[in-house]
């Protein structure tokens, strides 16, 4: 159980235009979903906080303009990267949580050429 | 703002030697603990979760709390060079909705 899955796996789009990255809870209801991105050879930062139904928390030096979160349903959060730029080229990971433990999606890996 | 500190590593480690990863934290407060284990190019996957003072196995990991020192350790026996990865430890953060605050991570190398 607590299986979470995001597509695409890998993209790679063109400097100005858009990406939409999917997570879903596949076997559990998630309340709160998390994005994170990840640099090479960095630690894990926290973007925003999704609560269903609700306006995600973005941390602090997020654009929220730039990151749209949608938290639709329990099992499904997007994030949009809008206006991409190649200083957006990084790997972004969604979890869920159950209960108080975080389960990871695999991670989508964006190339902004 | 909690903190969770780790030693960065590498820690290395002979194959089938016991490897030891500690984090320390520093609210007092905190009840619940998680050990995630991270492949290179991967995302986290979580492999230990933690609530009382003292051990709990699982297979080959054995998280150890110790709450009155504030140290969560995390025990590896018989390492296998697949176990190769970095490990990082978590606690709630004050920020609720389940939000963790991570360490940096200690990167485990098993030869």
């Known amino acids: 159980g607590a299986v979470v899955s995001q597509h695409p796996s890998r993209v790679i789009c063109k400097s100005g235009t858009s990406v939409k990255i999917e997570c879903r809870s596949l076997?559990?209801?998630?309340?709160?979903m998390f994005w994170y991105r990840q640099f090479p050879k960095k630690s894990l930062m926290l973007m925003a906080t999704?609560?269903?139904?609700?306006?995600?928390?973005?941390e602090q030096g997020v654009e929220k303009d730039k990151f749209l979160i949608n938290h639709a349903s329990l099992t499904l959060s997007t994030l949009t990267v809008t206006s991409a730029h190649p200083e957006d080229s990084s790997f972004y990971i969604c979890?869920?949580?159950?209960?108080?433990?975080?389960?990871f999606g695999p991670g989508t890996r964006l190339t902004v050429t | 703002q909690k903190e969770v500190e780790q030693n960065s590593g590498p820690l290395s480690v002979p194959e089938g030697a016991i490897a030891s990863l500690n984090c320390t934290y520093s609210?007092?407060?905190?009840?619940?603990f998680f050990w995630y284990r991270q492949y290179s190019g991967k995302s986290p996957e979580l492999i230990m979760s933690?609530?009382?003072?003292g051990d709990k196995e699982d297979g080959r990991f054995t998280a150890q709390l110790n709450k009155a020192s504030q140290y969560v350790s995390l025990l590896i026996r018989d390492s296998q060079p697949s176990d190769s990865a970095t490990y990082l430890c978590?606690?709630?953060?004050?920020?609720?909705?389940?939000?963790?605050?991570f360490g940096k991570g200690t990167m485990l190398l098993v030869s």
């Open positions: 979890s869920a949580s159950r209960t108080d433990e975080q389960y």
């Open positions: 076997d559990f209801q998630a309340t709160t």
């Open positions: 999704s609560n269903e139904g609700s306006k995600a928390t973005y």
């Open positions: 609210d007092r407060g905190s009840q619940s």
């Open positions: 933690i609530y009382s003072n």
């Open positions: 978590a606690v709630p953060s004050n920020s609720g909705y389940s939000t963790l605050t």
